[in-house]
């Protein structure tokens, strides 16, 4: 069975810093792309970020970049995002998901979402 | 980059309505589109990939059709677990993109 972990949410301070960690298991980490979408509060989807499988190649949204970095340990199955200067607009529900395919491919599997909270 | 259009953004229905969902993309992306169903305060749930491919589980009543820009998702006869917020996803190239979503409400 598929399972996504994420953690790291909290309440920062505009400006601020957090790391997100998704821990993956049920599958082979390394054969599927993973990724960040977030959702602010009553509002829709919006996509972060992926990563392939490979850890070689990877794409940011144009809202975060600069700001997030997307990273795996292969090692440890683990998906991370990597949050600099944070925003009070980047308060969201964060979910990591996995996709169907190596380099990128529909979110067949999706965690429970880690709340990020950017206030003073 | 990719906008994703979906419409209508809200929809009233009754259990046993047939309803669609249309969701344009702003260039050509083939059938590389999903659907995804989500219910307040959980994950969004995969119902359709590659345009037309029901996930496992997903009951038929759910369908998705189109290629190019122009996508469908419909569903058959509501039943009363439908009721829901609606996404559209392309995932043409690694840069992804959401519809801004379509509110399911039962009328």
């Known amino acids: 069975e598929v399972q996504l972990l994420e953690s790291g949410g909290g309440l920062v301070q505009p400006g601020g810093s957090l790391r997100l960690s998704c821990a993956a298991s049920?599958?082979?980490?390394?054969?599927?792309?993973m990724n960040w979408v977030r959702q602010a509060p009553g509002k829709g989807l919006e996509w972060v970020s992926t990563?392939?499988?490979?850890?070689?190649?990877?794409s940011t949204a144009d809202s975060v970049k600069g700001r997030f970095t997307i990273s795996t340990d292969n090692s440890k199955n683990t998906l991370f995002l990597q949050m600099n200067s944070l925003r009070v607009e980047d308060t969201a529900v964060y979910y990591c998901?996995?996709?169907?395919?190596?380099?990128?491919?529909?979110?067949?599997?999706w965690g429970q979402g880690t709340l990020v909270s950017v206030s003073s | 980059d990719i906008q994703m259009t979906q419409s209508p953004s809200a929809l009233s229905a009754s259990v046993g309505d047939r309803v669609t969902i249309t969701c344009r993309a702003s260039?050509?992306?083939?059938?590389?589109l999903a659907w995804y169903q989500q219910k307040p305060g959980k994950a969004p749930k995969l119902l359709i990939y590659?345009?037309?491919n029901l996930d496992t589980g997903v009951p038929s009543r759910f369908s998705g059709s189109g290629s190019g820009t122009e996508f469908t998702l419909t569903i058959s006869s509501l039943q009363p677990d439908d009721f829901a917020s609606y996404y559209c996803?392309?995932?043409?190239?690694?840069?992804?993109?959401f519809g801004q979503g379509t509110k399911l409400e039962i009328k």
């Open positions: 998901a996995k996709a169907d395919l190596f380099n990128w491919g529909a979110f067949h599997y």
């Open positions: 049920g599958f082979t980490f390394g054969d599927f792309a």
């Open positions: 990563i392939s499988g490979s850890g070689v190649s990877s």
């Open positions: 260039e050509r992306i083939s059938t590389w």
């Open positions: 590659k345009a037309s």
């Open positions: 996803q392309q995932y043409n190239t690694q840069r992804s993109s």
